[in-house]
C-alpha cells in the first residue's frame, strides 16, 4: 500500500482545510487509516482513524468536534476535515495505513503535508 497525503497549507485561525489520502495497491480499501500529526520539537502523535469503510472512528480527545475523518472507498482516499483551526495545529500530518492510536502499530506511512495555522 502506498499513501500520499496532500491538501496542506497556509490558513489563517479560525479557518478549515481539509486534507486528503490517496491510497494505492489493490488491498488499500481493506486497511484502516489513520491521520498523525508531528509539530517541531515535538513527538508525533495521533489525530483520528477510521476502519475499513469508515463505520468505525476514532479521535484524540483534545479535537472531537472540530476534526472530522471520512473515507471514500471508490476513490481510495481518506480524508480529514479540520475546521476552527488554531495556531497549535500547525504540524506535518501523515496519514497511514492498518493500525489504530499507536504510530508503532502502523504498516504504511505516506510522506506527510505541512498545515500552518497563522494567528
Known amino acids: 500500500v502506498q499513501l500520499q497525503a496532500s491538501g496542506g497549507g497556509l490558513v489563517q485561525a479560525g479557518g478549515s482545510l481539509r486534507l486528503s489520502c490517496a491510497a494505492s495497491g489493490r488491498t488499500a480499501g481493506a486497511f484502516s487509516i489513520g491521520w498523525f500529526r508531528q509539530a517541531p520539537g515535538k513527538e508525533r502523535e495521533f489525530v483520528a482513524v477510521?476502519?475499513?469503510?469508515?463505520?468505525?472512528?476514532d479521535y484524540a480527545d483534545s479535537l472531537k468536534g472540530r476534526f472530522t475523518i471520512s473515507r471514500n472507498n471508490a476513490k481510495k482516499t481518506v480524508y480529514l476535515q479540520m475546521n476552527s483551526l488554531k495556531p497549535e495545529d500547525t504540524a506535518v500530518y501523515y496519514c497511514a495505513a492498518g493500525g489504530w492510536l499507536r504510530p508503532n502499530d502502523y504498516d504504511y506511512w505516506g510522506q506527510g503535508t505541512l498545515v500552518t495555522v497563522s494567528s
Open positions: 477510521c476502519n475499513w469503510n469508515g463505520g468505525r472512528t
